[in-house]
């Protein structure tokens, strides 16, 4: 079955340190990644996508993920982060050709930022 | 500004009564979908629809009924069948088949 693995659940950094949030995934093809992010209570906004092309891309508030074909990842980078970085941060996959109904989230990664 | 407009933002009920959700959007997306959210857990598609007057169940479908009877609107009713509706529930809408989701705020629901 496709899935989705973030494995850390909770990671603390120093406000200005650098950042990275894994996620691998488990599916034949390559498909359509993402990653969201949610502050508490509210809903999630997307924060980059791959579908094809070059595997670094460039997201808002400074993200940027590499997708690694021969490791199944798509792991989530900043170079220095802020407070307001704050949030649980989730994966997403859809298989490639598919539908926005078959999406698969993970089960997130919430970020604390030491002052 | 374009978006999705969820209310009640919290909602109190009663074991045994029915409660409605509202989504509404304002992005003249097709696409609408409503996603329930438990502590530590990913989201988990409960319907979807990619078109008026029709929708689709998703993986926890059971409790649960919705409607889609205009394009800027998709309300989620749980039902008293529902075992366990303390939950963030959360609507989502989209224009392509890709996955980019857009979000409303979500709406909290406990049941007493």
């Known amino acids: 079955a496709q899935s989705v693995t973030q494995p850390d659940i909770h990671i603390t950094v120093s406000e200005g340190a650098s950042l990275e949030l894994r996620c691998n995934y488990s599916y034949g093809a390559t498909p359509y990644l993402f990653w969201y992010v949610q502050s508490p209570g509210q809903g999630l906004q997307l924060l980059l996508k791959y579908f094809s092309g070059d595997t670094l891309v460039q997201g808002i508030k400074g993200f940027e993920a590499e997708f690694k074909r021969s490791q199944s990842s798509f792991n989530l980078r900043k170079p220095s982060v802020h407070w307001s970085d704050a949030a649980e941060y989730f994966c997403a996959v859809v298989p490639g050709y598919s539908s926005a109904s078959k999406i698969i989230f993970g089960s997130g990664t919430r970020l604390s930022i030491r002052p | 500004d374009g978006g999705i407009t969820q209310s009640p933002k919290y909602l109190f009920r009663k074991e045994g009564q029915n409660v409605t959700l509202s989504c509404e959007q304002n992005l003249n997306h097709d696409a609408m979908y409503w996603y329930r959210q438990d502590p530590g857990q990913g989201l988990r598609l409960i319907y979807y629809?990619?078109?008026?007057?029709?929708?689709q169940k998703g993986d926890i479908a059971e409790g649960y009924s919705v409607s889609r009877e205009k394009k800027e609107s998709f309300p989620l009713t749980v039902t008293s069948a529902q075992k366990n509706p303390t939950a963030f529930y959360l609507c989502a809408s989209s224009k392509s088949r890709t996955g980019e989701l857009f979000f409303g705020e979500g709406s909290r629901l406990t049941v007493l």
């Open positions: 629809s990619q078109i008026v007057n029709d929708f």
